[in-house]
C-alpha cells in the first residue's frame, strides 16, 4: 500500500491565518498544483491551528515537516519549483525558532503532561512501558529519604497550587518533624472558575501521581497518603481509583515496596467542591470529617496536619514533575524556566480565544506567545482586552503586560498571580466592572463564614459592584470599594479572603476609566451592564403597529394606534422582545 | 499476579509487555499494527469521543484493518474535541480534530486505507520531555 500522494501540503485552517491571508490559500495551491501538473501527486490538506499564529498564514509540507510562515499568493510558485519540484528549502519563509526557555523549537513542553493523551489511565502496562515506577525504584534502592529531597530543592520546584512554596523545602520541614505517623496528602480539590489542570493530569495519568505520592512518603517518612479529590470529577476518581487497585496488585502499593522496608498505601477522600477547601488547613479538617473552615498558621501542616499529624500537601501538577525531575535529574529541571520559577506550567486557556485548551509552557514564555500562538488570538477578530490569571484569587493582566514573562514573582510584581493554572481570557466587548462582580459573587458563595471580613466584607463589596452596574453608583462608592478591599485583604483568615478583592484591586488598577464611566457618565463603555442600556423608539419608522407594546412583557410601552409609541424607561427591563419583534426597524439601543 | 518485589521485577514486567507488543506483530504477518489514541478525558467524552471509539472498534476488523484502539487521557485540544491520534507503521503519528463518526469513516477509508491525509489535521505543537 503506497500512499498515493508524494507529498501533502498542510494550510493552516485557524481563524488567526485564514484573517491574515487575503485569499483562499487553499484554492490558490490548488489552482497552481493544477497548472505544473502535480495535482495527482501534491495533496492539499485543512489543518486546524499550528501554534503560530502571529506569524501567519502558515503551512506544513509533509512528509519532510517543513514549516512556512507568512505565505501569500505570490510565494506559491517559489514554494512548488524550488521545494517540491526541486526538494531545497525556501529559506525566506522558514521562521523555526529555539527558544531560550526550554531549548525547543516548539513554544510548548510537556513536563507534567508527558504522558497524558498518550497512555491508556486504566492499564498500569501503559504507564510501566512508558518508564513508570521507574523513579521510585530509583528512589529506594540507590537514594535516601534527605538525597531525594536535595534533589527536589535542586531542581527549584515551587508548588503549583499558586502560592509558589518551594516544593523541596516542604518536604524537608516535614521530614525534620519528629512525629510517630506522618501523611502525605494530594490537593485535588480544584474549585477555581475555569480551571481543569489536575483534573485532566488524574484523567490522562493517574499512577505518575500515585508514584510522586509514594516518593514524597519516602522522603517526609510517611507510610500513608490521602488523595482529597472533588466529588465532582466522576472520571478522575474512577480512573484513581482503578489505579490505584492495580499498583496495589503490583506490590507498588502495599508493604515492603521494592523489597525495602518502606511502606505506602493511598486513600482517597472526597470533597464536596468547596473552594476554600483547597487551603490546605480548610482541606485537612475536611478530611477529618469538620466544617471546611481554615486555621490560622502556624501550626503549618508539616508540623501539625491531619490528626494533628505532620502532614504534607502538594497539588496534583506538581506531584506529575516529580517522577520526570527523579529520572531525568534535577539539573536538567533546573534549566527550564526562569531563573526563580524553574520548569513548566500547565494552563487551562479559557474565554474569548480561539484555541480553547490544556498547554504546558516553560516558565518565562510571554503572555502574548500564549494568547496569540498558542492560544491563537482573540476569537472573531475581536480586541484583546483582559486576561485573568490565578482565578478569583488573581487579578487581571492587560495589554501593557503581554511581553511579560509569566512566572511567580512577575506575575505577583503585575498585580496578578500564578495561581494554579487557570487564564481566561476577556476581549472589548467585557465589561471589567462586571467581571470584578462575577468573581465577587463567586467568592461571597464560597466563603466559609468563619472570619468576619471574609464573611460580611465581601459581601458588602459585591453590593457595591451590583450598585455600579446597576447605575446607582456615585464616587464615594469607588473609595469605599478600594478602601474596603485593602480591609479585607489585609484582615481575612485565609488565603481565600486576603485574595478575593484583588479582582476589584486589579481592575480599579488597570481599568479605572471603565469604573468612572459608570459612576460619572452613566455609561458601560464596553456595553455589557443591561442597566446602562436605553431602548428607544423611533419617530420616523415607528407606523404605530402596536406589536411591540403587546409583546413588552412589563407593559412598557404605550400608545395608540398608528401613532408614534413611547417606552417608559422606569418599567422598561431591557429584554429587547421589542426590538426582535419590530418589522421596520423602529427600536434602537442607545 | 506475582507481586513487584525488587527493581529486577519492574524490568521484567517491562519486558514482558514488550514481548507481548512483539508477539502481536508476529501474530499480524511481522506487520506492525496501527494504534489509535482516542482522547477520552471528560471533555472529550463530553463531545462525543466515545462513539467515535465505539465505532472504530466495531468497523475496523469488518474492514480488515488490524489496528489497536486505546482510549487516553486529554491530548489538550479541547477546541477541537473529539481528537484522535493515529500511529500507521513506521510512520509519525497524525492528529485529527473535530472527529465525529463520518470524519471516522473518511479516516479509515482515506488515511488509513490510502495513506492520503484528510481534512482536519493538527499539527503537534509540543515538544514531549521523555
Not at chain 1, 237 to 257: F, N, P, S, T, V
Not at chain 1, 526 to 535: D, E, I, V
Request: some cysteine; overall charge negative.
Amino acid at each position: 500500500m503506497s500512499p498515493k500522494f508524494k507529498k501533502s501540503i498542510l494550510v493552516c485552517n485557524g481563524s488567526s491565518c485564514l484573517q491574515a491571508s487575503k485569499v483562499n490559500l487553499i484554492a490558490e495551491f490548488q489552482a497552481k498544483l493544477k497548472e505544473y501538473n502535480l495535482e495527482n501527486e501534491i495533496q492539499v490538506v485543512q489543518s486546524v491551528c499550528f501554534n503560530k499564529c502571529t506569524l501567519g498564514p502558515n503551512i506544513i509540507i509533509q512528509p519532510e515537516n517543513v514549516e512556512y510562515s507568512t505565505v501569500t499568493k505570490e510565494d506559491i510558485d517559489d514554494i512548488i519549483i524550488i521545494h517540491l519540484l526541486n526538494n531545497k528549502i525556501v529559506e525566506r519563509l522558514v521562521y523555526n525558532q529555539v527558544y531560550e526557555n526550554s531549548g525547543s523549537t516548539k513554544k510548548q513542553y510537556r513536563i507534567a503532561l508527558r504522558n497524558c493523551g498518550f497512555i491508556n489511565p486504566e492499564v498500569i502496562d501503559d504507564y510501566i512501558e512508558k518508564d513508570g515506577y521507574a523513579a521510585l525504584a530509583k528512589c529506594l534502592t540507590e537514594f535516601t529519604p534527605q538525597e531525594v529531597t536535595q534533589q527536589i530543592i535542586k531542581s527549584g520546584l515551587r508548588g503549583r497550587g499558586g502560592g509558589g512554596f518551594p516544593t523541596g523545602v516542604k518536604w524537608d520541614i516535614t521530614s525534620k518533624s519528629v512525629a510517630d505517623q506522618k501523611y502525605v496528602v494530594c490537593n485535588a480539590d480544584e474549585g477555581d472558575p475555569g480551571a481543569f489542570m489536575d483534573r485532566s493530569v488524574l484523567e490522562g495519568d493517574p499512577h505518575s501521581i500515585i508514584e510522586a505520592m509514594a516518593i514524597c512518603g519516602y522522603c517526609i517518612g510517611a507510610d500513608k497518603g490521602i488523595v482529597y479529590i472533588r466529588a465532582e470529577y466522576p472520571l478522575a476518581i474512577k480512573r484513581l481509583k482503578i489505579a490505584l487497585d492495580q499498583a496495589k496488585e503490583y506490590g507498588l502499593l502495599g508493604e515492603k515496596l521494592f523489597g525495602t522496608n518502606f511502606n505506602f498505601d493511598i486513600d482517597i477522600k472526597y470533597g464536596a467542591g468547596a473552594f476554600v477547601c483547597g487551603e490546605e488547613t480548610a482541606l485537612i479538617h475536611s478530611m477529618e470529617g469538620l466544617r471546611g473552615e481554615p486555621t490560622l498558621k502556624p501550626p503549618f501542616p508539616s508540623v501539625s496536619g491531619y490528626l494533628e499529624k505532620p502532614t504534607n500537601v502538594n497539588n496534583v501538577e506538581t506531584f506529575a514533575n516529580i517522577p520526570a525531575i527523579i529520572n531525568k535529574g534535577a539539573d536538567w529541571f533546573a534549566s527550564i524556566g526562569t531563573e526563580k520559577s524553574k520548569g513548566t506550567k500547565v494552563f487551562a486557556l479559557a474565554g474569548k480565544i480561539n484555541n480553547v485548551g490544556l498547554i504546558e509552557v516553560p516558565m518565562g514564555t510571554t503572555l502574548r506567545e500564549v494568547i496569540y500562538d498558542i492560544g491563537g488570538g482573540i476569537r472573531d477578530g475581536k480586541k484583546f482586552k483582559a486576561v485573568q490569571t490565578g482565578g478569583p484569587s488573581g487579578g487581571c493582566l492587560t495589554e501593557k503586560h503581554l511581553d511579560l514573562p509569566i512566572d511567580f514573582d512577575s506575575l505577583s510584581a503585575a498585580g496578578s498571580m500564578m495561581g494554579s493554572g487557570g487564564m481566561i481570557v476577556m476581549d472589548e466587548d467585557d465589561c471589567m466592572v462586571s467581571m470584578a462582580r462575577f468573581y465577587l459573587e463567586f467568592t461571597v458563595e464560597e466563603s466559609c463564614g468563619k472570619c468576619a471580613p471574609c464573611r460580611i466584607g465581601n459581601k458588602r463589596l459585591h453590593e457595591m459592584l451590583t450598585k455600579l452596574c446597576d447605575d446607582k453608583g456615585t464616587l464615594e462608592d469607588l473609595d469605599l470599594l478600594r478602601n474596603l478591599s485593602n480591609v479585607v485583604k489585609d484582615t481575612s483568615l485565609c488565603g481565600l479572603g486576603q485574595t478575593s478583592p484583588n479582582p476589584i484591586l486589579s481592575t480599579m488598577q488597570n481599568f479605572y476609566d471603565e469604573y468612572h464611566a459608570h459612576v460619572v457618565d452613566h455609561k458601560c463603555p464596553s456595553g455589557q451592564c443591561k442597566s446602562f442600556m436605553r431602548y428607544y423608539i423611533s419617530e420616523q419608522n415607528c407606523i404605530g403597529c402596536v406589536v411591540c407594546a403587546r409583546n413588552c412583557p412589563v407593559n412598557a410601552i404605550s400608545g395608540e394606534k398608528k401613532q408614534l409609541h413611547v417606552i417608559d424607561q422606569e418599567i422598561c427591563i431591557k429584554c429587547g422582545i421589542c426590538m426582535d419583534k419590530c418589522k421596520f426597524d423602529a427600536i434602537t439601543l442607545n | 499476579m506475582a507481586k513487584i518485589k525488587s527493581v529486577e521485577d519492574l524490568k521484567k514486567i517491562k519486558e514482558r509487555i514488550e514481548q507481548a507488543n512483539q508477539k502481536m506483530i508476529e501474530n499480524n504477518n511481522h506487520q506492525k499494527l496501527v494504534e489509535i489514541k482516542v482522547a477520552m478525558a471528560t471533555c472529550g467524552i463530553a463531545s462525543g469521543a466515545r462513539p467515535v471509539m465505539d465505532f472504530l472498534i466495531a468497523e475496523l476488523p469488518k474492514r480488515n484493518i488490524v489496528a489497536r484502539v486505546k482510549q487516553t487521557g486529554c491530548m489538550g485540544y479541547c477546541y477541537a474535541e473529539p481528537t484522535l491520534e493515529i500511529t500507521m507503521p513506521d510512520e509519525k503519528p497524525v492528529v485529527f480534530g473535530y472527529v465525529d463518526l463520518k470524519k471516522a469513516d473518511e479516516i479509515i477509508e482515506r488515511f488509513i486505507k490510502k495513506g492520503e491525509l484528510v481534512d482536519g489535521i493538527i499539527p503537534i505543537n509540543y515538544e514531549l520531555a521523555t
